[in-house]
């Protein structure tokens, strides 16, 4: 049996290359590169009042706790009624709108409602998509920086 030590400097000597390895998904995401909105873009926009509509596809805990202020709730684009709460929710929007999908339930390369949510607006004819560039997870690419949040659950009585 390897001692703490052996352990830890194996996984400091494959830590670089796994870092530097493309992820599973990277060749699976439907979407290019000029399709990915950086948080910075996007809360610039949304504090400015120009923001596009923005979709939510997480699970609805994470959406009433604190979502992106102004985003509307789609449901987790994993789901099926999910699947059909984005469609209602896009139906009144033009074909030729931009709009921005999030999910932040996790690290997006693994996500579960993205890639479905993303390619049902395709499939919908939606030629604007734009993704949020999630890589760790909302808290921590949206909330601790700062960016504009609001919250559906009521606060606590005090």
Not at 107 to 116: L, Y
């Amino acid at each position: 049996m390897r001692n703490r030590r052996e352990i830890l400097i194996s996984a400091v000597r494959v830590l670089p290359v796994a870092a530097l390895a493309p992820s599973a998904h990277a060749a699976a995401d439907p979407w290019t590169g000029a399709e990915i909105i950086q948080p910075a873009e996007l809360a610039k926009k949304v504090q400015a009042g120009t923001a596009p509509p923005i979709f939510c596809v997480a699970f609805p805990p994470l959406y009433r706790q604190r979502h992106i202020k102004g985003a509307k709730y789609a449901g987790p684009g994993n789901k099926p009624e999910g699947i059909k709460s984005l469609e209602t929710a896009a139906a009144a929007l033009s074909k030729d709108a931009e709009v921005v999908l999030y999910c932040g339930c996790c690290p997006m390369d693994v996500c579960p409602n993205i890639r479905p949510s993303y390619e049902t607006m395709k499939k919908l004819g939606f030629q604007k998509i734009r993704v949020l560039s999630v890589p760790t997870n909302m808290h921590t690419d949206w909330s601790s920086k700062g960016y504009p949040t609001e919250s559906s659950v009521p606060p606590a009585a005090g």
